[in-house]
């Protein structure tokens, strides 16, 4: 209900953090550890993990800002454009 905006939230700045769980799922292992693997050597643990998170939060917000909306809207249209069709033929 709250993904598909028929409940509007008093705090909008949750609902941009909700917008943030799946790229950031998608990509927290891989470029992770990968990034984990790599500084692990020069960078202390706690510094590390702290940068790693921030990192990780700003390339989700990233992907989901510039590429997951406007891929959403595209879909959106096609769907709606093919719901118009669908209901035009039945006619």
């Known amino acids: 209900m709250?993904?598909?905006r028929r409940i509007r939230l008093e705090f909008p700045?949750?609902?941009k953090?909700?917008?943030?769980?799946?790229?950031?799922?998608?990509?927290?292992?891989i470029a992770g550890f990968l990034l984990l693997y790599a500084l692990y050597r020069f960078v202390p643990p706690l510094p590390l993990a702290i940068g790693l998170?921030?990192?990780?939060?700003?390339?989700a917000y990233?992907?989901?800002?510039?590429?997951e909306?406007?891929?959403?809207k595209r879909l959106?249209?096609?769907c709606i454009r093919?719901?118009?069709k669908q209901v035009e033929m039945r006619t």
Not at 62 to 67: K, R, S, W, Y
Not at 69 to 72: I, N, S, T, V, Y
């Open 62 to 67: 990233f992907i989901a800002e510039f590429g």
């Open 82 to 84: 093919r719901k118009k």
């Open 2 to 4: 709250i993904a598909t």
């Open 17 to 29: 953090l909700g917008d943030l769980t799946y790229p950031l799922y998608l990509i927290h292992q």
């Open 76 to 78: 959106e249209k096609g």
């Open 69 to 72: 909306k406007p891929l959403r």
């Open 13 to 15: 700045f949750l609902a």
């Open 53 to 59: 998170c921030l990192f990780m939060i700003g390339l």
